[in-house]
């Protein structure tokens, strides 16, 4: 950490002198989960799961709740874990059935918030003390949930390199993938589990309220201009990263959300692409 604060320090801000730490930590942690945003977000618009996010959410947050209750010094482990199992069981379901996958998030999603209400409110125990959730503060982001997000887009990236075309076949026709020997459901159920626990870890920092759009909003933007597969995931990540730098940057300046500020930036972005395709056609 004490050469990327030096590198820092190298900018023109006020927050980046030396002894301050707490926007160098948030920016540190914007460059490092924003390209696995750009990245995932490829893949839950390619499978139509665009609220699938958002059902993780919920079952995070039953996680916080379930580790609270029991007592844990840090009840975030207990939702990654609750996370990645929520991941797991709905990748199980949703190809052991035949319903579609907005329906079985709907079931999966529901579940997860109504059962982390009653634990949060079992007993007639407060749930102010889990409002700050629901907007996140990246002010707040550890060294140590940065470095495991790190390692994750390590995963991640060495996922999509040994088995790109496995993941996308999967995608848009899991019935020829299974006839070609693609292990369909754990190319799924990794994927799953991987946006769970950046999810969970990064719920804090962006919030419960806004951390869907994350998920949505850069790979429907690329969409819009992409004309391959190529193109497709470098606008994702790139408007994932450029966002998310000036949306911390906004928030610094006007004291606002940082998750908020940075999904207008990326709403604004999305808007402009689309007037372009409109031009473009």
Known sequence: MELWYSLVELLPFEWAAPGTFFMKNALLAVLVVCPLYGLLSTMVVTNRMSFFSDALGHSAFTGIAIGTLCGLADPMWAAILLAAAFALLFTYVQRKSNMASDTVIGV???TAVALGIFIATFDSGSFTKFNSLLIGDILSVEPGKIALLAV???VVVLLWLCSFNGLMLSSVHPALAD???VQVFWQEAVFSMAI???VT??????GLLVINSLLVLPAAAARNLARNMRQF???????AIVAGVAGLLASYELGSSAGASITLYLALWFAITFLLRKTRL
Do not use: E, N, Y
């Not at 870890?201 to 962006?206: F, G, N, Q």
């Open 108 to 110: 999966f999603s529901s």
């Open 152 to 154: 994750i887009l390590l």
């Open 179 to 181: 006839s070609r020997g």
């Open 196 to 198: 769970a626990v950046v």
């Open 201 to 206: 870890v990064s719920m804090t920092w962006v």
């Open 233 to 239: 995931h470098l606008f994702s990540i790139v408007a």
